[in-house]
């Protein structure tokens, strides 16, 4: 039986992927197909199926989460989220995420544009690879995505209608104890060498800390301001000097704006930490681009396309995007910490092979991370916030 006809969930494998392609009649029917598996993602199975002219990728969510296996069990949901959000926010910015061809709730697969002329954007900084566009890319996604889909911009049912449509409790409870809970516990998940041991006790043992992030977390679980992206990071960017695409929002919902912001500034600043001299400049630089372009590119919807009569009233635009800048430097700060001593690392700090280089730059994100936490108020201009960086990271 054809497999979409089942109607039934099962993993694909090399071939069945093929097989699926074939039954979709994605390519012409005599084609020569080779498919292979190339996730290298915590939670879902990636095939490329090529052909000598042509190429395609299927995504498909697994009952759990991969980088774990069965024992963590997971909705396959997550598959019609992240097809959802990559449709809705290429409304606004096609130019900047994949084509989604097909998808299919019951395999929990999205057919997509293939990407492979791309580098995932983490692997190329990490080799020192210079992306001229990322920033203000990046910039225009975030304020585009954003604004397009918040209060603003929405007539308050659609808005709604949305946020229910994007409910994603699971993916969210992911961020919720990886991001912002575990870290600042003894909790068996957490990940980090003995060296650091003392440093994270100290971080366990911080109550004024403990307390500015449970804040973070409480905007986190209660501010419906736009349909994020939810797992910003650079894993999620494909690059090249002159293109951006956003790929993997399954951990989208409607959230607080700053969450998406905070996450790419932070794995900016996990390159700031591990970068020298010029080459760090170019990220700082970018540090500075992404929010100018961001805060330029968001006040010109507003005053052209706000809905909401506040956006009219003098003054509230500055005031609404200095709520987003605080909340984004206090999750810059929380995705610091969580990175270097929580579930889910990034090869950037992980991939140092001198242990004493690597734990300076793992000091260096912890001090960072808990000093964004705890004096964000007073960190009010993206000059700021980069003074502060570069007082850590030296
Ligand atoms: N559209 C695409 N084109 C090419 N490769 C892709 C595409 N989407 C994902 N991949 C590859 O699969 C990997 C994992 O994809 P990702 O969506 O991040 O999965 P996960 O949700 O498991 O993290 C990416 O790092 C990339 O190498
Ligand atoms: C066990 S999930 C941890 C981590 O995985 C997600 O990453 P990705 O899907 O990009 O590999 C996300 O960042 C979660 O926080």
Request: charged letters at 25%; hydrophobic letters at 40%.
């Amino acid at each position: 039986m054809a497999i979409l006809e089942k109607k039934t969930y099962k993993g694909l494998t090399e071939e069945t992927a093929i097989q699926l392609v074939k039954e979709l009649e994605l390519f012409p029917v005599h084609a020569e197909l080779t498919a292979r598996e190339i996730g290298d993602g915590n939670l879902n199975y990636v095939f490329r199926i090529a052909s000598e002219e042509n190429s395609v990728i299927i995504k498909q969510a697994l009952p759990y989460a991969k980088v774990v296996g069965e024992s963590w069990p997971l909705t396959l949901k997550r598959a019609k989220i992240e097809a959802d959000a990559l449709v809705k926010h290429g409304e606004y910015v096609p130019a900047f995420v994949p084509k989604v061809f097909r998808t299919d709730e019951d395999l929990a697969i999205t057919i997509m544009e293939d990407l492979s002329h791309l580098k995932i954007a983490r692997t190329g900084l990490i080799e020192g690879e210079y992306y001229p566009n990322l920033a203000k890319h990046i910039g225009q996604y975030l304020a585009k995505t954003l604004f397009h889909t918040s209060d603003f911009a929405l007539h308050p049912f659609e808005k709604k209608r949305l946020a229910s449509a994007f409910s994603n409790p699971e993916l969210c409870k992911i961020t919720e104890d990886l991001v912002f809970t575990d870290p600042f516990f003894n909790i068996d998940t957490n990940d980090y060498e003995p060296e650091l041991q003392s440093d994270v006790e100290e971080i366990w043992n911080h109550t004024e800390l403990k307390i500015a992030a449970a804040k973070i977390k409480q905007s986190f679980l209660t501010e419906a301001e736009a349909l994020l992206h939810g797992d910003l990071h650079t894993g999620s960017i494909f690059a090249s000097e002159e293109e951006t695409k956003v790929i993997d929002p399954e951990f989208a919902f409607y959230g607080p704006i700053g969450f998406d912001v905070g996450q790419f500034f932070a794995h900016l600043v996990f390159q700031v930490i591990v970068r020298k001299g010029e080459d760090r400049e170019i990220i700082v630089n970018q540090i500075d681009e992404v929010w100018q372009e961001f805060y330029s590119v968001f006040s010109e919807l507003w005053k052209s396309k706000g809905v909401d009569p506040f956006t009219k009233v003098d003054g509230y635009r500055e005031v609404f995007l200095a709520k987003v800048f605080d909340d984004a430097i206090g999750v810059v700060g929380c995705e610091l910490i969580r990175r270097t001593i929580g579930l889910s690392h990034v090869k950037d700090l992980d991939g140092i092979e001198d242990s004493a280089v690597r734990l300076k730059a793992k000091r260096a994100a912890l001090s960072l991370g808990t000093n964004l936490i705890l004096k964000k108020a007073s960190i009010k201009t993206i000059k700021q916030f980069i003074t502060t960086i570069e007082e850590f990271t030296a």
